[in-house]
């Protein structure tokens, strides 16, 4: 049982180091048809503009990237560190993050990585959130441009009620180079007494309005599990929940309830037992893009192209599994 195995274990450390065998995920069973579902991508006919207008709708509503920004992904290896589990739910959820990301293309960690992506369960997540804002601040604020979400939506993670909150660090960096384009608070080049030496350097190789060399990478994620709050979902749904929200730029308000998403298990257990076509397709399509689009908005169209293009490619295998 999921309660069982999210029980609290004793008090550890923050930096748990990453699970690295591989346990067996329950047996979930599929739900019942239900005329009044939600949308799932498979099952959508291809009728043209409804189909692409409901895909940039799915897209507007669950991307949540840094205000100014585009969309963040993981571009260094993950190394997901879990703590405060019971050994068999903390391996099997880093497992199962892990090749979430494998399946993207990501590299992952060796064991004893440092974890970037950390997931904390308790029974007290508002006060174990407060503590660790309050012990390292800059670890979530970084006082950088264009690093995190703001003041305002860390008090919402500090205080949030939901099963699970989130909080995602992610960086400006140069394509060509991988250098950071933003300055950290205090730090400077050379002698640090020209204006220069305060500032990144960026060297461009051309000059366009419609592209850019920067893009937003993910830097670190912290997860905080309410243990109370996430007995109704199997192990593999919470697994792929977080997942989802770990390798991507997710609004913890999102609303999916239109369509069959992971994002709507707390909600609807019975709407997804694991990561939908709606889901991988906007992974796959986030860490398809190629970033260089200049506009916000034309960095969404992208994705969306590439869940259109996933779209496709499921019709055409069931098609190929009916003939």
């Given amino acids: 049982m999921l309660a069982t195995l999210l029980s609290v274990a004793a008090p550890a450390g923050i930096d748990a180091p990453r699970a690295q065998a591989t346990a067996v ?106 503590a660790m804002i309050d012990r390292s601040p800059r670890a979530f604020r970084t006082g950088a441009s264009g690093m995190d979400q703001g003041r305002s939506a860390l008090n919402a993670f500090r205080t949030s009620e939901k099963p699970v909150r989130w909080w995602a660090v992610s960086v400006p960096v140069d394509s060509e180079t991988g250098e950071r384009a933003v300055r ?37 994620v912290v997860v905080v599990v309410d243990a109370n709050k996430v007995g109704e979902v199997s192990a593999l749904q919470l697994a792929d929940y977080i997942a989802m929200i770990s390798l991507a730029q997710i609004d913890p308000n999102a609303d999916t309830g239109d369509y069959s998403s992971i994002l709507n298990i707390f909600d609807h257990p019975s709407d997804a037992a694991s990561l939908t076509d709606w889901d991988l397709a906007y992974l796959k399509g986030l860490y398809s893009a190629e970033r260089n689009r200049r506009n916000v908005g034309s960095n969404r169209l992208e994705v969306a192209s590439t869940i259109r293009r996933a779209h496709a490619d499921i019709r055409r295998a069931q098609d190929n599994e009916e003939d």
């Avoid at 579902?37 to 503009?49: H, S």
């Avoid at 461009?204 to 670190?220: E, K």
């Fill in 184 to 220: 950290l608070p205090g730090e400077c080049r050379n002698m640090c007494t020209e204006t220069i030496d305060f500032a990144p350097v960026i060297m461009v190789d051309s000059v366009s309005m419609m592209r850019t060399q920067i893009v937003d990478n993910l830097n670190r």
């Fill in 25 to 130: 995920p329950p047996q979930v069973s599929a739900p019942a048809p239900d005329t009044d579902a939600p949308a799932r991508l498979e099952d959508i006919e291809v009728v043209g503009r409804p189909l692409e207008q409901m895909i940039r709708n799915y897209v507007r509503e669950v991307a949540k990237p840094v205000y100014g920004r585009n969309l963040a992904r993981w571009d260094d290896p993950i190394c997901v560190g879990v703590a405060n589990l019971q050994a068999e739910a903390a391996q099997y959820i880093a497992d199962r993050v892990s090749t979430v990301a494998e399946d993207l293309g990501l590299r992952t960690g060796q064991p004893g990585c440092a974890p970037n992506v950390l997931i904390v369960a308790t029974d007290t997540p508002s006060e174990v959130a407060a």
